[in-house]
């Protein structure tokens, strides 16, 4: 499944969260000095490479409504980007059924940064140990057989 969405780069001298990640209808994400992601929404089954003009109107104006920690924003960039998801929206963990010397940790989503410890977690005892990964997420729950 694809999901595109939009995301906007900014500028500013003035983030009151610091290196912190702030989340409300969209996240903003510290990227670089003075730089922030923000975004993102979610189109299912559109690659369309198009930015939509109600969209990039949404993100401006979310970015002017954050004016209390986002001072002085310039914006540099507004783009899509076409992602994975996996069908039932959970995580994949796990070896290739043909190639067992290649893995696959992938399809976090929105929730990765506080997925990617548990799954990076799974993968370790995995990989390390030969235990077996959660069956919520293994890439096994896509096996036909």
Request: hydrophobic residues 35%; positive net charge; charged residues 25%.
């Amino acid at each position: 499944m694809a999901v595109k969405g939009h995301r906007s780069i900014v500028s500013s001298d003035s983030y009151a969260f610091g290196q912190d990640v702030f989340k409300l209808d969209y996240s903003i994400i510290p990227i670089a000095n003075s730089k922030y992601w923000i975004g993102s929404n979610y189109e299912f089954n559109n690659r369309a490479i198009d930015l939509l003009e109600s969209e990039i109107k949404s993100q401006n104006d979310f970015i002017n409504s954050c004016n209390l920690f986002l001072k002085e924003v310039n914006i540099e960039n507004q783009s899509i980007g076409i992602r994975p998801a996996m069908k039932d929206r959970r995580p994949v963990i796990g070896s290739h059924p043909e190639f067992n010397k290649l893995f696959i940790l992938n399809g976090l989503g929105t929730k990765g940064s506080s997925l990617a410890p548990y799954c990076v977690y799974q993968m370790v005892k995995f990989l390390l140990n030969g235990e077996n990964i959660d069956k919520e997420v293994s890439i096994k729950r896509f096996n036909s057989k």
